[in-house]
């Protein structure tokens, strides 16, 4: 028996026939190995019967394992032609789960809604040049999400598991506490894509749970990460002094949430900026 799941020489093929070469500019590297693709659909756990959203599904390779696994998959692909080919492969090799696929060409960072019941999983290998935006917006705009499984850039993943107080801590961290508890979920070496990165990458799990209790809002809460990393250097006092309106303003502010003036902003857990928020809307 054939295996359903896209292996090298059928993904060269394929690419070959489409006339699709990975580009750069929409971060295209295809796995390449149906052991992998399993390992992933497996630490991600998902259910038979679940609605999983899979973004920059490529060639087809993980979407193959999740419908495999019995979910039911929309798959959100940037590039037309790919888009255009995805139901054609699941039809040719996985038949009896084509009518579990929905596909919607478009831009992930511009999706505001999906196809079919809301999904309770986003599972995919994100396109590296747009990996944190992707997550955040769609942890942001899709609240149905209990989990996420994402193969990313090794780097990428050590910044959205780094913990207060690490040399990776920044932005990204920071962002993604606010919706869900991150923790790396293995590594994936660079032999099973084509073509093959310079890079490694690393699986990283999300897990939803409740956003810091605050009066603040989250854009609000935002606003204060991105302007205490501006300059990850600088003091509290000094980093927030443009959005507080003074270094005198930032310093009440900061004395009125508890924070020392003289902190620097990676030693801060989320709810830390929360509290920061809320001083300095009152």
Known sequence: MTDALLGPASIRDLAGRLGVRPTKTWGQNFVVDAGTVRKIVRTAGVREGEHVVEVGPGLGSLTLGLLEAGAHVVAVEIDPALARQLPHTVAERLP??????????????TVTTLPGPPPTALVANLPYNVAVPVLLSFLERFDSLERV????????????????????????????????????????GRAVFWPVPRVDSALVALERREPPTTTA???AVFAVVDAAFAQRRKTLRAALAGLAGSGEAAERALRTAGIDPTTRGERLHITGFARIAEALAS
């Open 96 to 109: 009896e789960a084509a009518d579990r696929l929905d596909v919607l060409p478009a831009d992930a960072l």
């Open 149 to 188: 499984l994402v193969m990313v850039q090794a780097e990428v993943a050590d910044r959205l598991v780094a913990p207060p107080g690490s040399r990776t801590y920044g932005i990204p961290s920071a962002k993604a506490a606010w919706y869900a508890e991150a923790r790396r979920a293995g590594s994936v």
């Open 217 to 219: 809002s989250r854009k």
